[in-house]
Protein backbone atom coordinates (compact mmCIF):
# COMPACT_ATOMS: atom_id res chain seq x y z
CA UNK A 1 0.00 0.00 0.00
CA UNK A 2 2.97 2.62 1.46
CA UNK A 3 4.66 1.34 -2.07
CA UNK A 4 1.51 2.34 -4.59
CA UNK A 5 1.04 5.83 -2.66
CA UNK A 6 4.74 6.75 -2.57
CA UNK A 7 4.63 6.01 -6.90
CA UNK A 8 1.85 7.84 -7.28
CA UNK A 9 3.64 10.86 -5.44
CA UNK A 10 6.43 10.66 -7.66
CA UNK A 11 4.30 11.33 -10.66
CA UNK A 12 2.98 14.62 -9.19
CA UNK A 13 4.87 17.51 -10.26
CA UNK A 14 5.21 20.26 -8.02
CA UNK A 15 4.62 18.08 -4.87
CA UNK A 16 8.03 18.30 -3.07
CA UNK A 17 7.71 21.62 -1.93
CA UNK A 18 4.36 20.81 0.20
CA UNK A 19 6.22 19.36 2.93
CA UNK A 20 8.27 22.78 3.50
CA UNK A 21 5.25 24.48 3.20
CA UNK A 22 4.01 22.42 6.23
CA UNK A 23 7.34 22.75 8.23
CA UNK A 24 7.22 26.33 7.89
CA UNK A 25 3.51 26.64 9.09
CA UNK A 26 4.59 24.36 11.55
CA UNK A 27 7.45 26.29 12.73
CA UNK A 28 5.73 30.38 12.55
CA UNK A 29 3.07 28.77 14.41
CA UNK A 30 4.92 27.91 17.35
CA UNK A 31 7.38 30.51 17.57
CA UNK A 32 4.59 32.80 17.44
CA UNK A 33 2.79 30.27 20.58
CA UNK A 34 6.04 31.05 22.50
CA UNK A 35 6.96 34.51 21.85
CA UNK A 36 3.07 35.34 22.78
CA UNK A 37 3.61 32.89 26.28
CA UNK A 38 7.20 35.08 26.81
CA UNK A 39 5.41 38.29 26.72
CA UNK A 40 2.07 38.27 27.83
CA UNK A 41 1.57 40.25 31.43
CA UNK A 42 1.08 38.40 34.96
CA UNK A 43 -1.56 40.19 35.66
CA UNK A 44 -3.84 38.69 32.61
CA UNK A 45 -2.69 35.48 32.92
CA UNK A 46 -3.46 35.17 36.88
CA UNK A 47 -6.62 36.49 35.49
CA UNK A 48 -7.54 34.03 32.87
CA UNK A 49 -6.35 31.37 34.88
CA UNK A 50 -9.04 32.12 37.90
CA UNK A 51 -11.95 32.29 35.26
CA UNK A 52 -13.11 28.67 35.82
CA UNK A 53 -13.27 29.04 39.53
CA UNK A 54 -15.14 32.19 39.38
CA UNK A 55 -17.77 30.78 37.41
CA UNK A 56 -18.60 28.52 39.70
CA UNK A 57 -19.05 31.71 42.79
CA UNK A 58 -21.55 33.23 40.15
CA UNK A 59 -23.81 29.50 39.95
CA UNK A 60 -26.59 29.33 42.94
CA UNK A 61 -28.18 26.32 43.86
Known sequence: ????AKNYMDSIEGIEIFPIISLLIFFTFFV????????????YINEVSDMPLDNQKDQTL
Open 1 to 4: MLKF
Open 32 to 43: GLFWWVFTAKKD
